[in-house]
């Protein structure tokens, strides 16, 4: 991502969890293999109160590769209703030209071959409003019963991660906040060098950049469509290591002439803890 000056000027934080962006990437972590007990208990919980909503969702959040864009826009950051009206406003050029990447990577080497698409995936392509209905209703009721019980943990580890930025930028500008967000980012003025499972560049031009940080992320994760407003994505910081000290540490140290990021785990049986009291109570599952 490669920034100039107005760009660091307008480089800001969400101001909470993002329930879209949530909604889509718990897609994701729902069909992990991993065992960790609470997610093993989140899972049967979404598993067993949201089947219906899973079998128009899991075909459109593949469990890697490319998503439609138009799942996660913009407007979600206001609440689940604002993104979702966002999502059945659509223009129908994006819905055909996103639904067709995502068809398309279905038949590349890596992805395996698949049959046609379902008639209802043709449908949302064109744009037909009982379509774009039924796309809202799965990922307000998915979302509603796989991610509401547990909402208010995500919110606290989202707000948690977002204070800490906040401060390193108060305290030290743009750039120092930046150098907190490693492994997986790591900050070379006037570049932001982002692991991605492909190769590529972001010119920010002046738009600036929003960025996300979220409870299910597991990875850096960004807008194909390099048209739409830049957003950055990433994992919010697990308790442990999102201490005000290391924040601070991670956004003054210089190496061999260059700031080291911060090292965040990825998410494991410590960042779901709160999960397993929560869903473990709600499915009668033992721990």
């Known amino acids: 991502m490669h920034f ?20 889509v990437l718990s897609l994701h972590r729902l069909r992990e293999s991993r065992t960790e007990p609470a997610l093993a208990a989140w899972r049967r919980h979404a598993a ?3 089947p219906g909503p899973l079998r128009l969702l899991l075909p459109l959040v593949p469990p890697r590769g490319y998503f439609p864009d138009f799942l996660t826009p913009m407007a979600g950051s206001a609440g689940v209703e604002p993104g979702l009206e966002a999502v059945m406003t659509t223009p129908r050029h994006r819905l055909r030209t996103e639904i ?14 698949h049959a046609a698409p379902p008639s209802w995936m043709r449908s949302l392509a064109d744009g037909e409003p009982a379509a774009l209905r039924a796309l809202a209703r799965s990922l307000r009721t998915y979302h509603h019963t796989a991610l509401g019980p547990g909402w208010p943990l995500i919110g606290q580890r989202v707000e948690a991660d977002r204070t800490l930025r906040l401060h390193a930028l108060r305290q030290d500008g743009t750039e120092a906040m930046l150098r907190t967000l490693g492994p997986e980012m790591r900050w070379r ?13 972001l010119r920010l031009e002046g738009r600036g950049l929003l960025l996300v ?5 597991t990875n850096p994760v960004t807008f194909v469509d390099t048209e739409l407003p830049p957003v950055l994505v990433y994992p919010a910081a697990p308790p442990a290591e999102a201490a005000p000290e290391r924040v601070a540490g991670a956004a003054s140290r210089t190496g061999t002439g260059h700031a080291e990021g911060l090292r965040l785990r990825t ?9 397993q009291t929560r869903f473990g109570s709600l499915t009668g599952t033992r721990f």
């Not at 000056?5 to 962006?21: C, F, K, S, V, Y």
């Not at 940080?213 to 992320?217: E, M, R």
């Open 4 to 23: 100039t000056a107005e760009d660091l000027n307008r480089t800001r934080i969400a101001e909470g969890a993002d329930p879209l962006w949530e909604t």
């Open 48 to 50: 067993r109160h949201g």
């Open 100 to 113: 067709g990447l995502l068809v398309g990577q279905a038949h590349r080497p890596g992805h395996g071959q």
């Open 189 to 201: 003025r006037p570049v932001l060098e982002v692991t991605y499972p492909r190769d590529g560049d």
């Open 213 to 217: 940080p979220s409870y299910f992320c």
């Open 267 to 275: 998410y494991g049986s410590g960042a779901l803890r709160g999960f």
